[in-house]
């Protein structure tokens, strides 16, 4: 468990079962099995955290931007009905769809995501709303 907690992202220098920053239980913390592992690297910008939560079709992390050193949460699109993530090695990132209809199903869903997606960044400036 040495190197970050996964919950505030501060260095860990030993292993700890718990981070002495936050209070975060290290050594009881598991993600799902459909849920990327922590410290797992987004385009070269966002260092996963914990898991905040998994629905139909998407799983939510704490990450760390590591362009700004904040503290965001980020969404994969990630519809379990479709897909299934290669866990045959430990951090297995690679997603692959169940079937050749539900690649259609996974592409379409995926753009319309993407757009949803575009769409809220345009609120940003709004007050009470926070995109970092």
């Keep these: 468990m040495k190197g ?3 919950n505030c992202f501060q260095n860990l220098l030993q292993q700890n079962y718990q981070c002495p920053y936050c209070g975060f239980p290290m050594q009881s913390y598991q993600s799902s099995l459909r849920a990327l592992v922590p410290e797992t690297v987004r385009g070269d910008r ?5 898991t905040l939560g998994e629905g139909g079709f998407g799983i939510t992390y ?3 931007d590591r362009n700004t050193q904040t503290r965001v949460a980020i969404k994969e ?3 379990g009905a479709l897909v299934t993530r290669d866990v045959s090695v430990y951090g297995g ?8 209809g539900s690649h259609k199903d996974f592409q379409a869903g995926l753009k319309r995501y993407v757009e949803e ?16």
Excluded: E, M, W
């Design 93 to 100: 990132n690679t997603l692959h769809t169940l079937s050749q």
């Design 4 to 6: 970050i907690c996964y």
């Design 46 to 50: 966002y260092l996963v955290g914990r």
């Design 117 to 132: 997606a575009s769409i809220l960044s345009k609120f940003q400036d709004l007050p009470g709303i926070d995109a970092a």
């Design 77 to 79: 699109y990630f519809p």
């Design 62 to 64: 704490l990450a760390l």
